[in-house]
């Protein structure tokens, strides 16, 4: 809890922070990296040269001031950023060098109006925020059986095209151990060292059922876009993985769980968003066949439309299941290509899905961000509450309910 002595500058901070907060985290991140060049292993550069790294970070603090005496409203934030901070290997050493900077930071944007008490209020807020997520990174540490940053080699026994740009590859332990145990709608961290020296994590939902010998990743290539550069990890995977390749794998982290409970569900995704919930999917078709599903996807055409086979297998178990696909582009699939399920040109539109019961479903999304905004305000409209939407995110999308 916040003392009274700093809480009415943290109060004060929050206009502030709306107007100089990006100021601030770009200025932090380059202190950082230059006084820690090592760090470049852990953060996401490609992230950092687009600048969503930076937003992330200052909508969170931003965040963070505004929500400081409502812990319910930060839990679910608290979460998803534990476990991103685990599948990452972060240090409880790590905290103090980022306080450092952050203050730093702070300081040097905001210049006179940086008063003593202003700083001490947010070295206070700072070290009761960091101490909250050391203690719970150290709960999932401890309850993974694992340390911070270690990575275990995972052997790579089959790649699949899943669509244009997707592939899956199938891991399984190179020392012939037993895959780790997850939840479906996790993801883990792979590590690359890419040329000129600079190694890389980046994170990846499992794209299977959990029980199995194996685990299976599927991997969107990026390609450059107008303003963005091209996708290091994701390119680097798609060039160089083949069968017999060995990849460095975190344990499975992620507190999206679109499988959980026995109840009617109802799952939309776009793009490489489907990889949770063909994990999702596929779990379902071979604990509880039985169980109502919709299952909803959104791509450009067909041939972008990843794990059609997946949906294939589970449509032929699950009687209850009902799948539906939205295509911008409808007309553009092979003429012998069977359609994965029930299409419908353009984007996705939850008005023309089959009704459910609003009170008793939850629905989970996974897409872009604008996607999930999109859904998110459509299915508001229509009469979910909001207690039963769920999003798989990381970035500061995930914040826009506390801004």
């Known amino acids: 809890m916040i003392s009274a002595e700093?809480?009415?500058?943290?109060?004060?901070?929050v206009p502030v922070l709306r107007e100089h907060g990006l100021a601030i985290t770009r200025l932090f991140y380059r202190n950082l990296f230059n006084e820690y060049p090592e760090l470049n292993n852990i953060f996401n550069m490609g992230n950092q040269a687009n600048g969503s790294q930076q937003q992330s970070l200052a909508s969170a603090v931003f965040a963070y001031a505004a929500n400081i005496d409502n812990p319910a409203a930060l839990a679910p934030v608290i979460s998803r950023i534990v476990h991103k901070h685990v599948s990452l290997g972060i240090r409880p050493s790590h905290y103090p060098i980022v306080g450092e900077h952050l203050l730093q930071?702070?300081?040097?944007?905001?210049?006179?109006?940086?008063?003593?008490?202003?700083l001490s209020a947010w070295a206070e807020a700072y070290g009761l925020l960091a101490q909250a997520l050391i203690d719970e990174e150290h709960?999932?540490?401890?309850?993974?059986?694992?340390?911070?940053?270690?990575?275990?080699?995972?052997?790579v026994t089959a790649v699949q095209k899943q669509s244009?740009?997707?592939?899956?590859?199938?891991?399984?332990?190179?020392?012939?151990?037993a895959v780790p145990n997850f939840v479906p709608g996790q993801y883990v961290s792979v590590a690359v060292s890419l040329p000129g020296?600079?190694?890389?994590?980046?994170?990846?939902?499992?794209?299977?059922?959990?029980?199995?010998?194996?685990?299976r990743i599927s991997v969107k290539r990026e390609p450059a876009g107008a303003e963005t550069p091209a996708g290091m990890v994701s390119n680097w995977l798609h060039d160089?993985?083949?069968?017999?390749?060995?990849?460095?794998?975190?344990?499975?982290?992620?507190?999206?769980?679109?499988?959980?409970?026995?109840g009617a569900v109802v799952l939309l995704s776009a793009g490489v968003g489907i990889t949770p919930m063909i994990s999702a999917l596929n779990h379902i078709a071979a604990t509880n066949p039985q169980r109502q599903v919709i299952f909803a996807h959104a791509a450009r055409d067909m041939l972008h439309h990843a794990h059609r086979a997946d949906i294939a297998r589970a449509r032929e178990v699950m009687p209850n299941l009902r799948t539906v696909a939205f295509y911008e582009d409808a007309a553009a699939f092979a003429a012998d290509d069977a359609p994965p399920a029930e299409i419908i040109a353009g984007l996705m539109d939850t008005d023309k899905l089959a009704a459910w019961p609003l009170a008793d479903t939850h629905v989970y999304l996974c897409g872009p961000i604008k996607f999930m905004q999109a859904q998110?305000?459509?299915?508001i409209k229509r009469g979910v509450l909001p207690t039963r939407l769920h999003r798989e995110v990381f970035g500061p999308d995930m914040l826009d309910h506390l801004l």
Request: glycine content about 10%; overall charge positive; hydrophobic content about 40%.
């Open 6 to 13: 700093a809480r009415p500058y943290i109060d004060a901070s």
């Open 105 to 118: 930071a702070i300081q040097h944007t905001l210049g006179d109006a940086a008063t003593p008490p202003l």
């Open 139 to 155: 709960r999932l540490y401890r309850q993974s059986g694992t340390e911070p940053g270690s990575l275990f080699d995972m052997r």
């Open 164 to 177: 244009a740009l997707v592939s899956s590859f199938t891991l399984v332990r190179a020392d012939g151990g």
């Open 197 to 215: 020296g600079l190694r890389q994590l980046r994170q990846y939902s499992l794209s299977d059922a959990p029980g199995k010998s194996h685990m």
């Open 240 to 262: 160089n993985l083949v069968v017999g390749s060995i990849l460095p794998v975190s344990t499975p982290c992620g507190d999206f769980a679109p499988a959980a409970g026995s």
């Open 376 to 379: 998110w305000l459509s299915l």
